[in-house]
């Protein structure tokens, strides 16, 4: 039997039903395979979305016509923002979801759409030397598709340990893909392994709530998605706080070597920002106490995710350590912690497309290609989705600017860089991340992706409303007005010498935003856009100048590096950065320029280099 | 590639300037800033030069496009009056538009990426840069006392501790731990502010390849400092009016003499004044005398009240007095004053500068000093600027991500030294040092 689609997406994790979803809206036909329907959508690990760097990628999704926003709204049962008192580019919004719920909104979704969704395990890929053109599943169907998206997360060759058990299987109470790995080990892609942790899940009903601290979601709840969501919140819940503490340490010493981890059993390297409590106590013997969150698995679940104690320790050391903490005394445990490793592909094989280099119409995207967590697969699996389609159609590439989007700082790190760890986002990775908060994602984003046919006209309209609403209201605002006075953020009263508009007070130093509303007596229906317009002012020299600063980069990133080329052969650079460079081989000079330590005069030294080798292989 | 410029004759006494401009898109500034834009390329056409605050000068311009011109993108070339003044307008005028100042060999680099070169000059590119490369180094070895780039890399390295403070409290806010706090942020941005800052001030300028001993011209006004200073030049570079408080800026130039040279600097005289733009030249008179070697204070009378005054301000440099104004008649009684010259018909002046020769020879350093280049003290200055932007963010509690953005552009400025930071390495530091994550 043989089916034949535009597009076969491979994995229904995060990226694989956001490729899916992306080929469906462009118009395209698009067959998703995996394991069972029964998990697509499924959140491996902690039932949360968003965070620092996360929240934006998130937004940046939807703004493309993601799912990953709206399903988290379907199923947001706490929302809190992260740095409400720093700038609005660096705050962000995170929500525990309900994982059966957002399980649900996914494959909801899915299913108002043509998508072919066919279960079953994909055990080869139907290639030729050059291009690949579908894929096997293991009772022999092939499924056919002029581009092939792999996005099979921890599932290739994936081990799970739980101290010296070691079973197959990509996630609990799953099996791994294992023909799959041995298959892109023979293709040669260069492959490395790497892993991550989970740990316990507890009987939330077998905890004494009352010793620990109550975290109350935010009110008025916000939303995730930033123009779709559904009229009303699932029942919002309470996260609570406990510690570890020395006696906890104390088992975990007296265990460590019969964790799996420690043992020498792995040898993938793990995220070092999501360390295993064994490497807290370890790393940082300093502290005797860490903190923990007990986060709802659901509304309807009588089950908690304790985040911050993830292990590999065997499950009587998970039983004991975790009785010795405050509330958990007498925990019931339903599912123990592991440690889970797997296969990822050298990103750097990928063209900023998410195609591989080495085999022509086949894309990965999410987890296997070394990252790690929700966001950064669902960003990734758009992205490989939606340019598979685009060069279907033979459209132009959709390759977003790291000065566009965190998602482009993502695919460029991932592709000029590579991992020596799980990779996750943080906003300190984005250079440009003044210009890149999570609000303004649609006025970035949207016109883009209306270009590669990723969101509805109708979209479009509405947003473009919206920003001549805001036009209009900046045109009138009060912000131009002059005063002679103004009370700043610490409520002090200052007198101007001189008259100055509150544009001008708002770039030099903090006007209260009280201030400003009683002094341009803003109504209700514009405090949005007052806040919109107070963050566009202080930000404005700021960002002029990141704004040069992209202009200036946009050349060298532009100047190809030749394959192979001798770095050894250039006099005047250091050992250190020649051996840097041989090792990153960076494709664009732009990329030689972000490695670590790379001085300006190396890239001038490089520059003439590079168009010596041109010159000297025209005169041959 | 940026639009960059540079003056392509040398920064001192000349009839005659010239700037390089280079970059695509240079030209657009033509029409705003010549009063009679050119036309057609690569002919002279004479104009004024224009900038906000007015004409700067009159003066030569021809433009190039794209592969015609030496560097083989667009520029054009400005040919105004040398005097320092109009020199640093032009400079200030750049700059305003964005351009930035070209390093060395930049013109030479683009000529040769844009086919303008053959391979075989490719070498003597490779050179300059190298040069420019290294240059860092040998200003340190030049310099008085070393360390120059051992400082560097501790400034920078103490930027990289506060950046991950900082970082680290942005995107680990819920961590139970407070990185501002616990890291004394506040107090250490403040040290390294002072720190930074006097660092600064030990750098000069180094002249072409070899140390300079600065001489500097103070003394009340109208007492023919300018006079005697365009007497030891040979030019008329100083403005000369019998208006006295005439001049108000520092003004710059070298003089050459049996074989070495020194710098001399040309001030505005001291007294109390009402005159706002004065007052601050005098400030700036009195803030540089703790960085030049020889001071040569001159008077055209002989009130001792006067000349001590200014010897107090001299503090421990090396003082030269000098009565002017000896043509009309006055006369060095008691011989109060080390000598006695008259800037109008030349008497005396060879002896002053015998005298300034020998006793700048013998002016030790006080203290350490770096000798730099202009581009790398400018890139200081700036990072300076950033790294004091930052303190008041931090200090008011206000605005951290703004905070750390001057913090990166002040990173950004020890690049050439230090080679960059790239934020993997930052979040590295931040995972090594902290219990971070879940
Ligand atoms: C134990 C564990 C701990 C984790 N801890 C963290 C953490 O602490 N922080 C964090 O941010 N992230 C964590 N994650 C990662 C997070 O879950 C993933 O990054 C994210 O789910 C990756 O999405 P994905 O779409 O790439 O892959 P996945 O969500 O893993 O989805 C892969 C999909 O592919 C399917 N599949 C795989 N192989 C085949 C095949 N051969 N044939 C058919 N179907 C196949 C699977 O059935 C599955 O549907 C953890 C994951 C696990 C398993
Ligand atoms: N006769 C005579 N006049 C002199 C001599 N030196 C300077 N003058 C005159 O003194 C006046 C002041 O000269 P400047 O050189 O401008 O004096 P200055 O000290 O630089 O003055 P400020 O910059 O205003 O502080 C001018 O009119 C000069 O022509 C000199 O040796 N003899
Ligand atoms: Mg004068």
Redesign the pocket.
């Known amino acids: 039997m043989s089916n034949e689609y535009d597009v076969v997406v491979?994995?229904?994790?995060?990226?694989?039903?956001?490729a899916a979803h992306a080929v469906y809206r462009s118009g395209l036909s698009c067959a998703l395979?995996?394991?069972?329907y029964e998990?697509?959508?499924?959140?491996?690990?902690?039932p949360a979305i968003g965070g620092l760097g996360?929240s934006h990628l998130v937004r940046e999704v939807d703004a493309m016509g993601g799912i990953m926003a709206q399903a988290t709204d379907m199923s947001g049962i706490q929302y809190r923002t992260l740095n409400t008192r720093k700038g609005n580019s660096v705050q962000a919004l995170r929500a525990q979801c309900d994982r059966e719920l957002y399980k649900k909104a996914i494959q909801d979704t899915l299913k108002l759409t043509d998508i072919e969704i066919i279960e079953?395990?994909?055990?080869d890929l139907l290639s030729n030397k050059e291009s690949v053109f579908g894929?096997l599943?293991?009772d022999n169907t092939e499924v056919r598709g002029k581009k092939t998206i792999?996005?099979?997360?921890?599932?290739?060759n994936?081990i799970?340990y739980t101290g010296q058990d070691k079973i197959q299987g990509?996630?609990?109470g799953?099996s791994?893909?294992i023909?799959?790995?041995r298959k892109l080990y023979s293709l040669n892609l260069p492959m490395g392994r790497l892993k991550?942790?989970?740990p316990a899940r507890i009987k939330m009903s077998s905890l004494d709530l009352g010793l620990m601290e109550e975290q109350k979601g935010e009110t008025p709840t916000p939303w995730m998605a930033l123009s779709e969501h559904p009229t009303e919140h699932q029942k919002q819940l309470s996260c609570y706080i406990t510690r570890t503490n020395k006696n906890t340490h104390k088992i975990i010493k007296k265990n460590i070597h019969l964790s799996a981890m420690y043992s020498g059993n792995i040898s993938g390297i793990g995220?070092r920002y999501?360390p295993s409590i064994e490497d807290k106590v370890f790393k940082f013997g300093g502290k005797d106490s860490h903190q923990i969150f007990i986060e709802p698995e659901g509304i309807n679940k009588d089950l908690v995710y304790p985040n911050g104690i993830?292990t590999s320790l065997p499950k009587q050391a998970q039983e004991d350590f975790i009785y010795s903490i405050a509330g958990m005394e007498n925990s019931q445990i339903e599912e123990y912690g592991?440690?889970?490793e797997?296969d990822f592909v050298d990103p750097r094989s990928l063209n900023p497309t998410m195609e591989t280099k080495f085999f022509k119409n086949l894309y990965l995207?999410?987890?296997?290609?070394g990252?790690?967590?929700?966001?950064?697969?669902?960003a990734?699996?758009l992205m490989a989705g939606a340019n598979a389609a685009n060069k279907i159609k033979n459209k132009e590439s959709l390759i977003l600017e790291r000065s566009e989007a965190y998602i482009g700082v993502l695919i460029n790190d991932l592709t000029t860089h590579g991992v020596t760890e799980?990779y996750?986002m943080f906003t300190s990775r984005a250079e440009h991340r003044l210009m890149l908060g999570q609000d303004n994602a649609e006025q970035r984003l949207l016109i883009i992706a209306k270009k590669a046919d990723l969101v509805s006209e109708k979209r479009i309209n509405s947003f473009e409303k919206k920003e001549n609403a805001y036009n209009t209201f900046l045109e009138n605002s009060i912000i131009k007005r002059k005063v002679k006075s103004f009370i700043d953020s610490s409520g002090k009263k200052i007198d101007l010498k001189e008259k100055a508009s509150i544009e001008t007070i708002l770039k030099r130093t903090d006007i209260s935003r009280e201030n400003i509303i009683e002094i341009s007596d803003t109504g209700p229906e514009n405090l949005l856009f007052l806040d919109r317009a107070m963050v566009e002012i202080k930000y404005s020299g700021y960002i002029e100048k990141q704004k040069r600063e992209v202009l200036k980069n946009k050349k060298l990133n532009l100047k190809d590096i030749p394959k192979n080329f001798p770095y050894t052969s250039i006099s005047g650079l250091s050992n250190e950065v020649k051996e840097k460079l041989n090792k990153t081989q960076p494709t664009t000079v732009g990329a030689a320029s972000k490695i670590e330590g790379v001085t300006p005069a190396a890239i001038n030294l490089l520059l003439v280099y590079i168009k010596k080798a041109e010159l000297e292989t025209l005169d041959a | 590639m940026s639009i960059v410029f540079a003056l392509a004759t040398p920064a001192s006494k000349s009839a005659l300037c010239v700037f390089r401009v280079s970059g695509d898109g240079c030209l657009k500034v033509l029409g705003s800033i010549f009063g009679n834009p050119p036309i057609e390329p690569r002919r002279f056409y004479h104009s004024s030069l224009i900038s906000q605050s007015g004409v700067i000068d009159s003066v030569g311009v021809v433009f190039f496009k794209g592969s015609s011109g030496y560097t083989g993108e667009d520029s054009f070339e400005v040919y105004a009056h040398g005097g320092l003044a109009v020199m640093g307008s032009v400079v200030d005028l750049f700059k305003e538009l964005d351009f930035d100042e070209a390093g060395p060999g930049e013109f030479t680099k683009r000529a040769f990426l844009n086919n303008k070169l053959s391979l075989s000059e490719a070498e003597s590119v490779v050179d300059v840069i190298n040069a420019s490369s290294k240059e860092v180094l040998e200003v340190s070895l030049n310099s008085l006392s070393g360390g120059f780039s051992e400082e560097l890399y501790s400034f920078s390295e103490r930027v990289d501790t506060l950046r991950k403070f900082i970082e680290g409290s942005i995107d680990f806010s819920d961590e139970d731990y407070d990185f501002i706090k616990e890291g004394g942020v506040v107090d250490d941005i403040s040290c390294l502010c002072a720190d930074f800052g006097g660092f600064v001030n030990k750098c000069y300028l180094a002249g072409e390849g070899e140390l300079k001993k600065m001489v500097l011209f103070v003394g009340p006004p109208n007492s023919g400092k300018s006079s005697l200073f365009n007497r030891l030049l040979g030019s008329d570079r100083a403005l000369v009016s019998d208006i006295p408080g005439t001049t108000r800026d520092l003004i710059e130039s070298e003089v050459f003499y049996n074989n070495s040279s020194f710098g001399v600097l040309d001030s505005a005289g001291i007294r109390s004044t009402e005159d706002v733009v004065e007052g601050k030249g005098i400030e700036l008179t009195i803030a540089h005398i703790k960085d030049v070697d020889v001071v040569v204070g001159v008077f055209d009378s002989l009130c001792d009240k006067e000349l001590n005054k200014i010897k107090a301000l001299a503090g421990g440099k090396n003082f030269i007095s000098v009565l002017n104004k000896s043509d009309l008649g006055v006369f060095n009684k008691d011989g109060l004053f080390d000598v006695l010259v008259s800037a109008k018909n030349g008497d005396g002046v060879t002896e002053l500068k015998n005298k300034i020769s020998l006793v700048s020879e013998n002016a030790g350093p006080d203290g350490q000093k770096y000798f730099a280049r202009s581009r790398h003290i400018k890139l200081f200055d700036e990072g300076l600027g950033f790294l004091e932007a930052a303190m008041f963010k931090l200090r008011s509690g206000s605005d951290v991500e703004l905070a750390a953005e001057d913090l990166r552009f002040a990173r950004a400025s020890f690049d050439e030294v230090v080679g960059v930071k790239t934020s993997d390495s930052l979040l590295g530091d931040i995972f090594s040092d902290f219990c971070i994550?879940?």
């Open positions: 491979v994995g229904g994790g995060h990226a694989g039903v956001e395979v995996s394991f069972s998990t697509i959508g499924q959140m491996s690990c902690n996360k079953g395990e994909v055990i894929v599943l293991a792999l996005t099979t997360g921890t599932f290739l994936g799970m990509g996630r609990v799953e791994a893909a023909p799959l790995s991550t942790g989970t995220p999501c993830s592991y440690a889970v797997y995207a999410g987890q296997i290609n990252t790690t967590g929700y966001e950064e697969a669902a990734q699996g799980p996750r | 994550g879940k």
